[in-house]
């Protein structure tokens, strides 16, 4: 809705705008009533006519079905407070430990009431919430670890760690469908935009960079997966000293990048591409040097060097978004 209006003034100097009648009846406006004047960043006043009402929270029914954790997941990204999964007779023993799964792999969602045919889960994280900047900058200091750890197990062939490299993008996972969450309410909520210094624009750009983010983690765990099937080869001295100084390069890419976006700045992108030569030049004396290794290996070391080259894309993505 759009309306034009001609801004007035009182003889004591007082500014005022008529609020359209139609608005204020459907927001049960009267004589009298308060409502509450934010300025935005960008100079825009903000009327909110609920600013003294505590918010009603948000309700959805699922039946049970075959995508029932997506349908979960997608309703807990949507900024949905309650969760209820209702069934006709009764839910099996299957689908609950499906619930309770995807429940756990979600930040402050948790089962709330159970009955024989319907579970309710509830986030039990309320506004405010934290800033979006803290869970991208602690997501971010897990994946570049991650990309340490699960070049270290492969190299040394660390079983343990490259399971606990596997077991740490659980809750890499649960930060980012949290940030997801936060930045969907934050557009929803101009509000609230304000209050935690993010714009809209910021919030497709965190939205992009998490996704990026996510994706290092996915490379670092299918990386230590490889690990595990191994089987007790080891590594020449060549090939350990070559796969260390992709994953140098590759981990300095990844913080560059990282630190470019917060500043924005645009040198340290370009630094993070023109490691792009210097990448490819690492690569190849892999690849040659793997062709000397065992039948049994090759594959495997070929492997890990392309998980390592996904990582630094990914970089190459998040340093692409400051330009």
């Known amino acids: 809705m759009s309306d034009t209006r001609k801004v007035q003034q009182t003889p004591t100097g007082t500014f005022f705008v008529c609020l359209p009648r139609d608005w204020a009846k459907e927001h049960g406006l009267l004589k009298g009533s308060q409502v509450n004047l934010e300025v935005t960043g960008d100079g825009k006043l903000f009327i909110d006519t609920q600013f003294n009402v505590e918010p009603v929270p ?184 070559l796969l260390l100084e992709l994953e140098s390069t590759c981990c300095e890419a990844n913080e560059q990048a990282f630190k470019s976006f917060l500043s924005r700045d645009i040198s340290l992108a370009e630094n993070v591409r023109n490691l792009r030569a210097k990448i490819e030049e690492t690569c190849s004396r892999l690849e040659g040097a793997a062709k000397e290794a065992s039948v049994d290996l090759m594959p495997q070391v070929l492997a890990s060097v392309s998980f390592l080259r996904q990582i630094y894309e990914r970089s190459v993505d998040m340093a692409d978004l400051v330009v």
């Open 58 to 241: 948000k309700e959805a029914s699922l039946k049970v079905g075959p995508y029932l954790s997506r349908e979960i997941v997608g309703r807990y990204l949507l900024g949905y407070d309650i969760i209820r999964v209702e069934a006709k007779e009764r839910i099996d023993s299957n689908v609950r430990n499906l619930i309770k799964s995807t429940a756990n792999s979600l930040a402050g969602l948790m089962i709330v009431e159970e009955t024989t045919s319907m579970m309710t889960l509830q986030c039990l994280m309320q506004q405010p919430f934290t800033s979006p900047t803290k869970i991208l900058q602690r997501n971010q200091a897990s994946a570049a670890q991650m990309i340490r750890d699960a070049a270290t197990s492969f190299i040394s062939l660390d079983i343990d760690l490259a399971k606990n490299v596997i077991e740490r993008d659980v809750e890499n996972n649960k930060f980012y469908f949290l940030l997801v969450r936060i930045l969907r309410t934050i557009l929803q909520n101009p509000r609230l935009s304000e209050k935690l210094s993010i714009t809209p624009i910021e919030c497709l750009d965190y939205r992009l960079i998490a996704g990026f983010i996510e994706g290092i983690g996915d490379a670092c765990v299918q990386m230590a997966s490889n690990t595990l099937t191994l089987d007790g080869a080891k590594l020449s001295e060549e090939l350990r000293k």
